[in-house]
């Protein structure tokens, strides 16, 4: 079923309906939270209180945006309002979800190459958080996330242009923060 038939069904109370939305954006959801809040207890309440807000806000969803681009900007939102109450972000670092691979054979190199990857990632997220908000929400969606520009508008309710520069200052921003501690491992 096409996930616009999926939204009317949960409009009309069909939660084997909105099971399935939930199932396909609850990684997303999750991980955009995650990657933002840095805690998982934080990032899971915010997940499920973002479809919990979906669920109730499907009558007045008119499907000027895809139902994902809906639920993001709800998250968003909900990240937003956990960051303004919270003076600083936590510094606990969280480890990568891994999957467990089938072939023994590989197990040791695919463990190294997730750690190495996972270190990088957790690298580049910690100077994430130290930027601005608005420049963290713009790297998370677009570099993260993988969200298009059209996405991104939508969610964000910005220009595209606005998004292109945003981006262009966050990824300079990042550059010029991450180089000095790339020169010192060279």
Do not use: C
């Amino acid at each position: 079923m096409e996930e616009k038939d999926l939204v009317e069904q949960s409009k009309k109370g069909d939660e084997e309906a909105f099971r399935q939305l939930v199932e396909k954006y609850r990684g997303r959801v999750f991980n955009m939270a995650l990657g933002m809040t840095r805690n998982t207890e934080i990032a899971d309440d915010i997940a499920q209180e973002a479809f919990i807000r979906a669920y109730f806000g499907l009558p007045g969803f008119k499907h000027k945006a895809k139902f994902g681009t809906w639920l993001y900007r709800i998250t968003i939102n909900l990240i937003r309002d956990y960051m303004r109450k919270k003076e600083r972000m936590p510094k606990l670092s969280i480890e990568e979800i891994k999957e467990n691979p089938f072939n023994h054979q590989d197990e040791v190199i695919k463990r190294e190459e997730e750690k190495t990857q996972a270190e990088r990632r957790a690298f580049v997220r910690r100077f994430i958080r130290t930027l601005p908000e608005k420049y963290q929400i713009i790297l998370t969606l677009r570099d993260i996330h993988e969200l298009s520009y059209g996405e991104i508008v939508k969610i964000l309710k910005i220009s595209p242009g606005t998004v292109d520069s945003r981006l262009h200052r966050a990824r300079r921003m990042l550059r010029k923060q991450i180089e000095p501690y790339l020169r010192r491992r060279v």
